[in-house]
T-cell receptor, first 116, second 111 residues
Framework: AQKVTQAQTEISVVEKEDVTLDCVYE???????LFWYKQPPSGELVFLIR??????QNEISGRYSWNFQKSTSSFNFTITASQVVDSAVYFC?????????????FGRGTSLIVHP | NAGVTQTPKFRILKIGQSMTLQCAQD?????MYWYRQDPGMGLKLIYY???????DKGEVPNGYNVSRSTTEDFPLRLELAAPSQTSVYFC??????????FGAGSRLTVL
């Protein structure tokens, strides 16, 4: 079973639309970390946000916002007023303890295409 | 600029050849990781290291080996390359907040 599920393989929107990328995770740990990374067409992986399991406060950074809900094991990412530059593959990741070390596990990614 | 440096960026191998992907970081991070990325499959962990001299297997270690003789370097060796190892390989190091910094990636094709 996947520890991190990103059910949306690809999302296509028109510029200025709002879009939400879903992420559902599975863990038995009480202490864990959740992340979102962005991979633009150039191929590099860029860190966007980190959340620890004890901090359920939602976060907003410009047009980006994140909704963390432990009750549903979800960590969703919303882009408001999307722009063409937001086109990328977005990965959700879970870091939980395994054998004394925190091991990051990634979802399969959601490809976001923003059309002008 | 501080970060993770991977070489080479591209490589074509013939079946059965061997090669080493180099990875170096200058952030003094203890934790380092090797992932492979296949289309639609996300990133899968090959090997990781918690410090110099200590390495451990990830989800897909078969066909690969690693070593960690220094904090800075974490090379990934492919022995007897197979077409199934055609992929994009990413090296990463982790800071104290569990955030990964990735290298630019190495695209490997095995023919």
């Amino acid at each position: 079973a996947q520890k991190v599920t990103q059910a949306q393989t690809e999302i296509s929107v028109v510029e200025k639309e709002d879009v939400t990328l879903d992420c559902v995770y599975e863990t038995r740990d009480t202490t864990y970390y959740l992340f979102w990374y962005k991979q633009p067409p150039s191929g590099e992986l860029v860190f966007l946000i980190r959340r620890n399991s004890f901090d359920e406060q939602n976060e907003i950074s410009g047009r980006y916002s994140w909704n963390f809900q432990k009750s549903t094991s979800s960590f969703n990412f919303t882009i408001t007023a999307s722009q063409v530059v937001d086109s990328a593959v977005y990965f959700c990741a879970l870091s939980e303890r395994s054998g004394g070390s925190y091991i990051p596990t990634f979802g399969r990614g959601t490809s976001l295409i923003v059309h002008p | 600029n501080a970060g993770v440096t991977q070489t080479p960026k591209f490589r074509i191998l013939k079946i059965g050849q061997s090669m080493t992907l180099q990875c170096a970081q200058d952030m003094n991070h203890n934790y380092m990781y090797w992932y492979r990325q296949d289309p639609g499959m996300g990133l899968k962990l090959i090997y990781y290291s918690v410090g110099a001299g200590i390495t451990d297997k990830g989800e897909v270690p078969n066909g690969y080996n690693v070593s960690r003789s220094t904090t800075e370097d974490f090379p990934l060796r492919l022995e007897l390359a197979a077409p199934s190892q055609t992929s994009v390989y990413f090296c990463a190091s982790r800071n104290g907040a569990n955030v990964l910094t990735f290298g630019a990636g190495s695209r490997l094709t095995v023919l």
